[in-house]
């Protein structure tokens, strides 16, 4: 029999059986979806939830995310800093307490026993600074530049030398936060010499071989490669073919490229071959023939042609015509140029160097085939602490020494190969004002009688000079006798001569190493010598512990003063164990001096260190704020409203449980309950 329900006229019972199993289904899928919900607290749980809402928080997730990464990066920045802080503060009291030392030691009780055992104590210092100079945070050594991975100050040869590298170690701590986190022990400790500036424009020549690259161009702005027109002119109809020079690389390719272009267009256009191989000077030449006009210039912005120099020329009859200024090519030095080609204007000589560092010497030979980066190697190889570089504008060679503790020289052996390349440490050109590490030479000049207040000339008189007979002379420098050693050494001949010994002495500079030499030819048995008078010249120039060797000439050769030192904490610790070994009192002053600048760069290092760690904690302030602002969009997105949820779910049990009711009674009746 079949049961037909009052609100279901004439259905099937299976029909109504779905009808109402549906709407308690899609009550119970909601409940359950709820207690999803409320269960994860969230409000979308899945893309089909929300589409749009989905969308926007898979934004805010990934930002959320990056600001977490960029949080761990700036803690750890934020550490690395405060490591570097205490290392520097630590160095501070190491330094300060040598100078406690040197100070103590200038006092007239102490003796050579006790100075030697405060060298001792120096000595333990530059152990201590050492280890602190290779402070490392997390296996970063935070005094090694960019190059963390290894200590950045190592024992070399007596010295100390640097081998990191870079301003820093940079993370990832935001746009606003590019900087590093670590520094260089250069910064705060010094770690490279001042340089011996090469004081020579080396001015390679130009050759077909000459990468552009390497030339400045007619604008000093490189050479920028691109399309140029050529207008070839025989007087009766002129023709313009654009050439693409941007494939050329050499200054050979692009005479190359504008031949092939110039004699495809008209073969009687050039009057053989170039001349000079299509290079005069640091110039570009093209050999036009009997008739024929040829013109260049750019196209549109373009300006391939006015930095080859050839924008405005008209090349006529083999003549080239210049309608422009400034059109050399100005080539520069590199890692390719030959010593062969450099300043072919100049006379220069090759054969071999001496490079000093310390006690340690090495010897370098040059030949014209050998380029500039082959040079650098070579010195580099002698593993000397000596590097040589070529110099920011690229006209000349530096040599750097990279060795704290040591004192670094460029001479002769010999030759003159050091001074033609610009090169030696102590030659003519050399100031004098860099002797003794940038003190100088000092001299009695505009010296008084105390007793008559007068001009006394006896009191301005330097040092006194014994030849090998017993003859002597006196020098009296001014200043104007130290704008450098070509000109302290003509004084010093220019004094010989007025004593009548110009044919038996002669100032000169050692052919082997550095340093002052008085050639004597006077033949006597003494030996020669020098003694000092006033003022301090005589010992600043290396002459008071200076070497005699007989013969003809017999020879007094003067130590080098012009020695390059690295400015750092560690050499001027060294010099003052030296000072307090050897029992100096002026060596201990200077190094006393040296230790109070040593200690301001140490405290200017570490108030960028504060600076820097400052700006990170802004940094995560501002972090955290963005952070906290994104979770609060995406927790209105995502999260649940318990109080909303909470009501929904009694309403939804409520329904469910009426359905269920409903469904009961509904599908209890049958025809029975309609015709009674």
Known sequence: MTNIGS????????????????????????????????????????????????????????????????????QHAGATLGTLDNALNNATELARESVAIASDQLNTTSDAVTRRNQAVVIQSLLTELQSTANTNYLDIHVFAGSTTSRAPIQEFRGGY???????????????????????????????LSTRVEGDVDLNPGLTRQTPLEDVRGARQRGV?????????DDGVTPVTITVDLSQATTVGDALDILESAIRTQDPAALDGAYPSNGVVGERLSIDAAAGYTITFNDIGAGTTAQDLGLQGFNFIDGAPVNT??????????????????????????????????????????????????????????????????????????????????????????????????????????????????????????????PVTGLPDANRNVDFRVTLTDGSTFTVDLVEADLVDVGALLTKINAEAATAGLGAVFNATLATTGNGIVFEDSSGGAGQTSVSNLNGYAASDLGLLNATFTAGAPATFAAEDRAGVRVDSIFSTLVELRNALDANSRIGIQLAGERLEEDIDRIVRARALVGVRASRVDKGEDRVTEARLLDEEIRSGLRDLDYTAAATKFSLLELQRQAGLATASRVTGLSLLDFLG
């Not at 589409?51 to 934004?59: C, F, K, L, M, N």
């Not at 590019?178 to 250069?186: C, E, K, M, N, S």
């Not at 691109?226 to 070839?232: A, D, R, S, Y």
């Not at 590097?387 to 040599?399: K, L, P, Q, S, T």
């Open 324 to 449: 422009n200024l400034n059109q050399d090519l100005d080539p520069e030095l590199s890692d390719r140029t030959l010593l062969g080609d450099l300043n072919p204007a100049v006379a220069r000589t090759y054969g071999d160097i001496l490079f000093r560092n310390g006690d340690a010497v090495g010897v370098m030979t040059t030949d014209p085939a050998m380029t500039i980066g082959q040079l650098r190697a070579s010195v580099a190889a002698l593993d000397l602490g000596i590097r040589v570089e070529i110099n920011g504008d690229g006209r000349a060679i530096d040599v750097i020494n990279e060795v704290s503790g040591l004192t670094m020289s460029v001479g002769e052996s010999g030759g003159t190969a050091a001074t033609t390349l610009g090169i030696r440490s102590l030659s003519d050109r050399t100031a004098t004002s860099v002797f003794n590490f940038g003190k100088g030479v000092q001299i009695a000049d505009g010296e008084i009688d």
């Open 7 to 74: 609100s279901f006229a004439r259905a099937p019972n299976l029909l109504t059986q779905n009808i109402l199993q549906s709407g308690v289904s899609r009550t119970s899928v909601e409940l359950l979806r709820l207690q999803e919900k409320i269960s994860s607290g969230r409000e979308v749980n899945r893309p089909s939830d929300d589409p749009i809402y989905t969308s926007v928080i898979a934004v805010l997730d990934g930002r959320i995310e990056r600001y977490d990464q960029r949080l761990r990066n700036i």
């Open 224 to 232: 920028s490669l691109g399309q140029i027109n050529v207008t070839v």
């Open 161 to 191: 030398r640097y081998v990191g590298q870079g301003e820093g170690l940079r993370t990832d701590i935001g746009q606003e936060l590019d900087l590093p986190i670590t520094i260089g022990a250069d910064l705060a400790f010094g770690a």
